[in-house]
Structure formats: C-alpha cells, structure tokens
C-alpha cells in the first residue's frame, strides 16, 4: 500500500510545485516570481502586482494599459446578485456573505468555464479581480444600510474601493490619495504567500475540476479563521480588550502563560521566524497614514506601541522569535482609514485573491493529481456490532 510519512499541520511537506512566490522564513525573505515584496510594494500598483502574479512577468506600458481596460470592464457585478445580499440578515458577519456570494458567482459563470481553455481562465481571473472590491463594498454597505454604490471605472483599483465603501449617491465623495495608496499597499502585501492554508484549500478544492469561483470560494472560508486571515480583526478586538496602557504589561503575562491559552494576536508566524518583511512595510505605511489623518495619539495605537515594544524585548518573545506580523499593523490602518473590524478579512480576501487564483491557475495548467493526504488511524480495530 506504499508508505507514506505522518506529518500533522503539513509543516515539512511540499504538496506541489510552484514557480510563484518564494519565501525564506530565517531571513525574512519574500519574493513574487523573484522581485523583493519590498520592492513591488512601494513602486507597483496592485493591478501590476496581479498580472505579475498571474503571467509571471511585469507587464509592458501596453500590456498594462490593457489589462486595466479589461479589469475595469468586469467592475460590475450581475444585478440579481443584490437579491444575494439581501437574502442574509443585517448583522451576518460579512465573511459569511463574502462566501456565500463569490461561491455563487459560480452560478453565474459555470456554462463558459473550460477550465482546459487559457483564454477562459484568464477571462475568470479579470471577472474575480475586478469583482472582489464591488462585492467586498456591498457586504459593507448591506451591514450599514446605505445604498450600494456603483463602480467608478475612471478612479484607480484602491480609490474605487474606497468610493464604493465610503461614497453615498447623494453627495460627491473625494477619496484622499494617502489613504488610497495605503488601502493599495494592502492589497500588494497582502496578494500571495505561497502555500499557506487558505491557498492549500483552493490548491486541494481545486484539484477535483471544480468551478474556480467555487475554488475560491473555499478559500475565503479558510482564510477566515483567526490564526489565518481573521488575525487583523483579532488584533484589533485584542486593543480594544485591553483598553488602556496600563493594561499592556499584564495581557503579555498573559499570552506567556501556558494554561492561559490567550495568545497575542498579531505577533507570530508559521515561517518567519526572524522578521515578516511584510510588517516593516505595513508599519512605516501605518505612520504615513496616522500623520495624514492627524491620529499619531490614537489611544489603540498607543496601545498597540507599547505591546510591541514590551513584547520586542520579552525573553519568552525573543527566545520563541515571536515578532508582529503583517496583520498586526494592518489592522491598525484598516482601523484609522475608517474601516469596520469585521471588513478586516474581506480586506484581506480581496486581496489574496490573485494569489489563489493565480496557484489554481498553475496548477491547472500543468500536470496535477487529485489531492488525497492519508491519515495515521488510531481509532478502534475492528469490532462486532452488538446482537442485542
Ligand atoms: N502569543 C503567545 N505565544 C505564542 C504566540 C502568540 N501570538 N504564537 C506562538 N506562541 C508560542 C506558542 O505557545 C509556542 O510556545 P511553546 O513552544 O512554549 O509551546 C511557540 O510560540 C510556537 O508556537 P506554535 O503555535 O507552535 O507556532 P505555529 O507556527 O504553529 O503558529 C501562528 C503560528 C501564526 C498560528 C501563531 O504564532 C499564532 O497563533 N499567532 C497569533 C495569530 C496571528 O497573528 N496569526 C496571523 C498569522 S500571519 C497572517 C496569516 O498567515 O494569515
């Protein structure tokens, strides 16, 4: 029957190959398709960054002018997706609409979808770019009770967001270009990470020949738990937890404790274990943004200060090599940007998305077998059911 090595939470085995991202988790290293994630962040936009991600090249002037054209127009989702939205209550959790629409976007494109067929693939992945901030904006404004708002096609891919999620139809709304180029920061650092496990869910749902908007779908389910992608909006509930900076200095006794399973929420990663290059970004963009909004003594951000300082110089910190991760500085943005804790992971599901198609999109392009882990069994050998 083969032989086969037991390896709980996947942590030293390679499921496939992939030419996408490369990470080195000692020395804080984080390539997409060889360029430094510093590098992409603060000269690309996130729409460069998608087709970098999804060709493996940068694009030219031309091909970047046309990939805009066509990204833009898919901007718009079908009409009767609003019955979707309207279908769950107001206070739903918008990761559960976010789920439930982008798994029902499969509906809509299930008949065209080839998946042998590069063109359509690539059809499939203009639709999913262009269509995550409209959907993720309507899961925002369903919970408020505004209107939603159309897609402006003449705004960047960050400022459209941020008119979708902030614009009301009755009055013009003029997005603040800091704060469009943090929300675009967002996007790029958060775009790929090779195979964590959201992008392992749409690498395994994937290998059965489903329909990639149900795919993805999947993946947004998994990036939804806090250890994952729920991390940003666990940091945030976290601050408020705490309250006040008097507190900090117990919540660490705290996260130390063994029979408290409180953990800091933000501080820790499964493969960086120096630095996450992705925070050093993140935290010089969350100064840039809190100057701009005239925040700098925000009282979480206080917070958030000191728990990193204390926690920086903490044996228990050092000796584990528990550093803040990109979560715990992107929620602090998030949060002063004016967004709504529970957005926090429909943020970063907008983003991830390209990183998961564009693994979806390897895998199908190339030879691929059905995923099938096995298991180490330790439950009962065989017994009789009883006669009486
Ligand atoms: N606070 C306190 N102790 C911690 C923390 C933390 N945040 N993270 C890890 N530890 C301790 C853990 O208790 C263990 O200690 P010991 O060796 O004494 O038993 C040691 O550090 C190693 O931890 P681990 O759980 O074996 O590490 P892991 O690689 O399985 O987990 C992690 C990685 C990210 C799930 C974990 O660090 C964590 O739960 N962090 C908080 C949640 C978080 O911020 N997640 C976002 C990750 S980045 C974005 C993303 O990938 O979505």
Redo the contacts with the bound molecule.
């Keep these: 029957e083969g032989w086969f090595t037991y390896d709980p939470?996947f942590v030293s085995t390679a499921a496939c190959e992939s030419k996408i991202t490369f990470i080195d988790g000692a020395n804080g290293v984080l390539l997409h398709r060889g360029y430094p994630i510093e590098q992409l962040a603060n000269n690309a936009d996130y729409l460069e960054v998608c087709y970098l991600l999804l060709h493996g090249e940068l694009p030219t002037a031309e091909e970047n002018e046309r990939f805009r054209r066509t990204v833009n127009n898919h901007t718009m989702i079908h009409d009767q997706m609003s019955h979707f939205f309207n279908g769950f209550r107001r206070d739903a959790h918008p990761m559960a609409i976010m789920v439930g629409v982008v798994g029902a976007l499969s509906a809509f494109y299930h008949d065209t979808m080839d998946l042998t067929d590069v063109h359509e693939r690539e059809v499939a992945a203009h639709r999913l770019i262009a269509k995550m901030p409209t959907i993720a904006a309507m899961c925002y404004k369903y919970s408020i009770g505004q209107p939603f708002m159309y897609p402006r096609n003449d705004l960047g891919y960050a400022e459209n967001f941020l008119y979708m999620m902030f614009g009301v139809p009755c009055e013009e709304y003029k997005v603040n270009p800091v704060l469009a180029k943090a929300m675009d920061k967002i996007f790029i650092l958060h775009a790929d990470?090779e195979q964590?496990a959201s992008t392992s869910t749409v690498r395994l749902a994937g290998s059965t020949g489903a329909n990639p908007f149900a795919v993805i779908a999947a993946g947004i389910a998994a990036l939804w738990g806090?250890?994952?992608?729920g991390?940003n909006e666990?940091v945030l509930n976290m601050l408020n937890e705490i309250g006040d900076e008097s507190n900090v200095e117990h919540c660490v006794e705290r996260?130390?404790d063994?029979d408290d399973p409180f953990?800091?929420?933000?501080?820790?990663?499964?493969v960086y274990k120096n630095f996450d290059p992705r925070a050093r970004v993140m935290r010089d963009t969350a100064h840039e943004v809190l100057q701009e909004l005239g925040l700098e003594n925000d009282p979480l951000l206080r917070i958030a200060q000191r728990l990193e300082q204390i926690a920086l110089e903490d044996e228990y910190f050092i000796e584990?090599k528990?550093y803040p991760?990109?979560?715990f500085y992107s929620g602090i943005i998030l949060k002063a940007i004016g967004i709504p804790t529970s957005m926090f992971t429909v943020i970063f599901a907008l983003s991830r998305t390209i990183g998961w198609f564009s693994h979806w999109n390897e895998m199908v392009s190339g030879n691929y077998r059905i995923g099938r882990p096995r298991q180490l069994y330790s439950g009962y050998t065989k017994r009789d059911y009883p006669s009486e």
Excluded: E, I, W, Y
């Design positions: 939470g990470h964590n806090p250890a994952h992608g991390a666990a996260a130390k063994k953990r800091l929420m933000g501080f820790g990663h499964r584990r528990l991760n990109v979560d």
